[in-house]
Structure formats: structure tokens, C-alpha cells
């Protein structure tokens, strides 16, 4: 009974590391920012990339989310990560009601393989995009996890995991104007500074 109980919690163990293990070696497609502070009026900078896939790419789809009353997409490019030298297939739609933007871009079906694993090993960029920050506030860069995918050069479609960002946006600090009468009495302060120092210049010079 022990010797099967030992060999149970050690099987239990073992599984449990062995998913533990795949979580984190799990394809993961993330958001990343230049900053996460910013000012209303600044450009907000955005990566989407792809890591720790299991094997070289051929292509992905997917859907970001953004707040477009507060974020105002700005433009978008993707990466060259399916692009062996001799192109891709790329496209995108923009929702801007609902605040997103559909991309996907496979690889030309004769593309150098080699090529892509060179351009994708460590991870590599789908896609740039700028926003302007209009407001302030916290607010997240997500994907739409019913619209998110990649395709395998064996031609399995997979289901990697997304990692979004948050970002905070803040109204400038203004900065304080001098009143008028405080502006008068600093002139008036340094005009009669002036005027001492000439009076005693005079005063000096009539002693000689």
C-alpha cells in the first residue's frame, strides 16, 4: 500500500511539472510599450510579438482591442517575420467604433524556410503600432481571444497565449504664471537695485 502510494503522488508529481513546464515554454504573444507613463498629446509606441513558439511560423491572425475615445490609432506596419525576401501576404481591417484592429500576414507558400527561422529565432515583431494618448486614465492594449491564432510550417493552427499591457496617461503639469503685481514688483525691485549702484558709482567718482 505505501510503495503504491508513493508511486501515485510521485506520477501526480511528475504531471504536475510537466505542466508546469509546458505553461511556461507555451507560445505566448505579447504587447509591449515604449513607456508606461505618458502625457496627454504623446505617442504612444506598440509592439506585438511572438515568442517561444515550438517551430517556425508561417503565418497568424488576430484582433487588438484599444479604447479609441482616449487612444487614437495613429498607423500600424507589420514586422518581417514571414517575409523571406520576396514578400508576404498581409492584411487589416480598423474598426475605429469598437476600437479594433484586425491584422494577419502568412508566408508566400514557396518561401524560404531557412530564411524564416533565421528571421524569427528569439522571438520577432507581428506588428508596430502608434496611438496618440487624447486622454488621461489607465488604459489597456489587449487581443481578442476568439479571433487569435498561428499557423505552424507543418500546418497545424495553434492557440498560443497573450500577455497585454496596461498603460497610464496623465493631463501635463502646468506650470504657474506670475501674477502681474508680482512681475511689477520685481521690475520695480531691480530698477532700484540699478539705481544704487549707479549712485554709488557717482558718489565714488566724485571722491577721486
Known sequence: MK????????L???????????????????????????????TVTAWIKVNNASETLNGFFL?????????????????????????????????????????????????DMDALMAQQQGGFVLAMLKFTA???????????????GLLGQSGDMQSPDWAG??????????VPTPAPAVLMLTSLLLLGAHRTRLALKNKAGSLV
Open 12 to 42: 501526480v508529481a511528475g504531471a504536475c511539472l510537466t505542466l508546469l513546464s509546458t505553461a511556461a515554454n507555451a507560445t505566448l504573444i505579447s504587447i509591449e510599450t515604449d513607456q508606461q507613463q505618458y502625457q496627454t498629446g504623446d
Open 134 to 148: 487624447g486622454t488621461a486614465g489607465q488604459f489597456v492594449l489587449g487581443l481578442d481571444a476568439n479571433y487569435l
Open 165 to 174: 499591457v496596461s498603460i497610464n496617461v496623465q493631463n501635463p503639469v502646468a
Open 63 to 111: 484582433a487588438l482591442q484599444y479604447q479609441p475615445a482616449q487612444l487614437w490609432l495613429q498607423s500600424w506596419t507589420f514586422g518581417n517575420g514571414f517575409n523571406d525576401g520576396f514578400g508576404s501576404y498581409a492584411y487589416s481591417a480598423h474598426d475605429l467604433f469598437n476600437g479594433k484592429l484586425s491584422l494577419e500576414e502568412y508566408a508566400d507558400w514557396a518561401a
Open 3 to 10: 510503495l503504491f502510494k508513493n508511486t501515485f503522488f510521485g
